[in-house]
């Protein structure tokens, strides 16, 4: 096998483009209205002075990596940019080395020194994520090669310097196995104030954009599958709510599965308990309780972690979502009864790698059902959308939160050449209505093929550069 390529990071630059959601999308406390999205290019270069360019895009949303009600939006947003500064500066300061040994290089003391400024785990994860696929989509367009091709033949030079724990696994016999499939299912977020049925959308407040409004007239629209609930630590209300949603899934999906999604909202494996034994035991939520297949992070990070949740385990398996602030939360994790950890592209690839790799680990060694999820951070149409959805196919999911093309009209936030561009090179996955480029979900299908055989991370297409604002965040 070819040795991976040894690189450095030689240009950076850092673009924004405003976001505005056509619904607002509540969970956990906090409610989106709009948000900026950020792109990154750079430039790598080999020994032999062969430079390639990448490029990476994450939307910086407000009240997920940090909770704290003392900062505003644009403190988030700031906290956001200051990481990945943090990151570039020091991915550029590791001089040589393959694409995941600058890295792993940087990961321990750009955590450090994001703690040292209160930069939470999240917070430092985004920005190295961030830097982490741009500098991975530039490896592959160097190398000409698709994302999974690269990954299979481990050209990044994956290993377990920063998972000790997967010592003596082959993590490069692993790799080579994985097989990214074509179409994913879409699961269907519905939100803490989404409308559920049409007569919850007052007339006068319609938006009439062609698009699905309400959770009812996305079943009818997309045909979807599988679903992703919010809940919101009020067990009365939440078993209302639930009631209105089953009702609806019950009449109109022989078949469906669902995950529910806590965002923090409980301060006890005890309150999470209660109401899923709630759940289980109303009659109205038969089916519902009988297709739940995970809780997601219903604990806040804050107390997730300081006993066991193993009697809430025994009621549906629960994975972490917030709680993954660093390489070693899943092991964490797994201490304490949890059995599942989600993938975000935010959160970093080769996280994501690591952690399937130690699903398989696991799964192997104890007989458990240990289990990843691919879950959304309101991804936006086009090159983000693109990345995650590789991601999540190569590491063998089936289905993935998708919630960005409900809440956002498709790529309203950019010019139109560009979402043509990305219809055009990416047709199956996109359709074009109303004068914009959205999602394309067919039988609640996704389809990737395009991405899947794109050169580099996922995207034939390059966002228009010369349309964004340049950001600080360099």
Same mark, same amino acid.
């Given at each position: ?220 629209? !997309?045909?979807? *599958? ?9 067990? #009365? &209300?939440?078993? =209302?709510? @639930?009631? $209105? %949603? ?9 078949? !469906?599965?669902? *995950? ?9 494996? #005890? &309150?999470?308990? =209660?109401? @899923?034994? $709630? %759940? ?195």
């Amino acid at each position: 096998m070819t040795e991976p390529l040894k690189i450095r990071l030689v240009e950076a630059e850092a673009f924004e483009r405003p976001v505005k959601l056509r619904l607002p999308f509540r969970f956990g406390a906090a409610t989106l209205r709009e948000a900026r999205q950020i792109f990154l290019r750079v430039r790598i270069e080999d020994a032999l002075g062969r430079s390639a360019q990448g490029m990476a895009a994450e939307l910086m949303v407000p009240k997920w990596f940090d909770k704290s009600p003392d900062l505003s939006n644009g403190d988030n947003e700031n906290q956001l940019r200051r990481s990945l500064v943090l990151a570039l500066d020091a991915l550029r300061s590791a001089g040589t080395g393959t694409a995941f040994g600058l890295h792993a290089a940087v990961e321990a003391s750009h955590h450090a020194r994001a703690a040292a400024e209160k930069l939470n785990g999240l917070v430092a994860s985004f920005g190295l994520a961030v830097a982490n696929r741009a500098v991975l989509d530039a490896l592959c367009r160097l190398e000409g090669q698709t994302v999974a091709q690269a990954i299979r033949a481990n050209r990044p030079g994956i290993d377990a310097s920063t998972a000790h724990d997967l010592s003596g696994f082959d993590l490069s016999g692993f790799l080579s196995t994985l097989e990214p499939a074509t179409r994913l299912a879409a699961r269907h977020t519905v939100g803490l104030v989404d409308a559920i049925v049409p007569s919850d959308i007052p007339a006068s407040e319609r938006l009439n954009d062609g698009l699905p409004e309400g959770f009812e007239e996305a079943i009818d629209a !997309y045909g979807l *599958t599988f679903f992703k609930v919010k809940v919101s630590g009020a067990p #009365e &209300a939440d078993i =209302d709510r @639930l009631c $209105r %949603v089953a009702a609806v899934i019950d009449a109109k999906v022989p078949t !469906y599965s669902v *995950t529910l999604d806590g965002n923090e909202q409980f301060s006890s494996a #005890e &309150a999470v308990a =209660d109401l @899923l034994a $709630r %759940v289980r035991d109303e009659p109205r939520l038969a089916r519902f309780a009988a297709s739940i297949l995970f809780v997601e992070q219903p604990i806040a990070r804050a107390y997730a972690f300081e006993k066991p949740v193993t009697a809430l385990a025994g009621f549906k398996p629960v994975e972490i979502d917030e709680s993954d602030a660093d390489i070693d939360a899943f092991v964490t994790a797994r201490g304490l009864g949890y059995t599942g950890i989600s993938s975000k592209s935010c959160k970093g690839f080769y996280r994501s790698l690591l952690n399937r790799a130690r699903v398989a680990k696991w799964s192997a060694e104890e007989g458990i059902p240990y289990f990843m999820s691919a879950e959304d951070l309101t991804t936006q149409g086009g090159l983000a959308v693109q990345q995650d959805l590789a991601l999540a196919s190569l590491i063998g999911m089936t289905h993935i939160e998708r919630n960005g093309h409900h809440y956002v009209d498709g790529m309203a936030g950019a010019p139109e050449e560009e979402q043509a561009a990305f219809a055009r090179s990416h047709s199956d996955l996109y359709r074009v209505s109303n004068g914009r480029t959205r999602l394309r979900i067919d039988g609640g299908q996704l389809a990737i093929g395009s991405v899947i055989d794109a050169v580099g991370l996922g995207s034939l297409v390059e966002p228009d550069w010369n349309a964004m604002e340049a950001s600080s965040a360099v």
